[in-house]
Every structure is written in C-alpha cells, then in structure tokens.
C-alpha cells in the first residue's frame, strides 16, 4: 500500500511564500498532484505532473505555483510563491489522478496540510 505524507504547509503572510513536500512510501507509476480545499468551498486541483512530466496548473496560481517531482527521492514538490489571502487552504498531495464525470479525483490521498495566508 502506498502511502503520502504532506509537510511545509504553515502560516505566511501575503506575498510570501511555502513549499509543499510529500514524500512517497514508494515510487509508484502513475500521476500525482495537489489539491486544495478551504472552508465552505468544493476541493480543486491546484496542479498534476503525469509520469510523463506533462504538468497542468489551475488557472489561479499559474505564474506563481510550481510542481515538481524527485523520482529519486520519491518526493513531490509544490513551491508557491506570491501567496495570496485566497490560496489559504488545506493542502492534499494525491497520486493517480483520473476524472469522473468531468472532475478530477485521485485513487491515494495524503493526510492534508494546512497553508494560512493573512493580509
């Protein structure tokens, strides 16, 4: 079974910056991204990497987000930069990303990790 842990997330003020880790019990072959949820609001697919390295970004963090992934450290990786007050939110990093019905879902979730922007 494979397992994701989240670490990184924490409290920053607008403009600055985090970076996600998640590190991976075991490389596995398949997609893997990061979601976000904040309160009172539907959970969203911030940014994915296909095995291929294709990498896709929400709209609202493109310019400022960057995922990557250490396939030899079986870590993945989100630097954000220039948070901002609405990119506060709990973290997911989440392996074997597919869609149904048109949304984006994930076979392995991690615990989440919980990113606070104040003004």
């Known amino acids: 079974q494979v397992h994701l842990e989240e670490s990184g997330g924490g409290s920053v003020q607008a403009g600055g910056s985090l970076k996600l880790s998640c590190e991976v019990s075991r490389y596995i072959n398949c997609g893997m991204g990061w979601f976000r949820q904040a309160p009172g609001k539907e959970r969203e697919l911030v940014s994915s990497?296909?095995?291929?390295?294709?990498?896709t970004y929400a709209d609202s963090v493109k310019g400022r987000f960057t995922i990557s992934r250490d396939n030899a450290k079986n870590t993945l990786y989100l630097q954000m930069n220039s948070l901002k007050t609405d990119d506060a939110a709990v973290y997911y990093c989440?392996?074997?990303?597919?869609?149904?019905?048109?949304?984006?879902?994930?076979?392995?979730w991690g615990q989440g990790t919980q990113v606070t922007v104040s003004s």
């Open positions: 989440s392996a074997c990303i597919y869609y149904s019905g048109g949304r984006p879902q994930a076979t392995i």
């Open positions: 990497i296909s095995v291929d390295a294709i990498i």
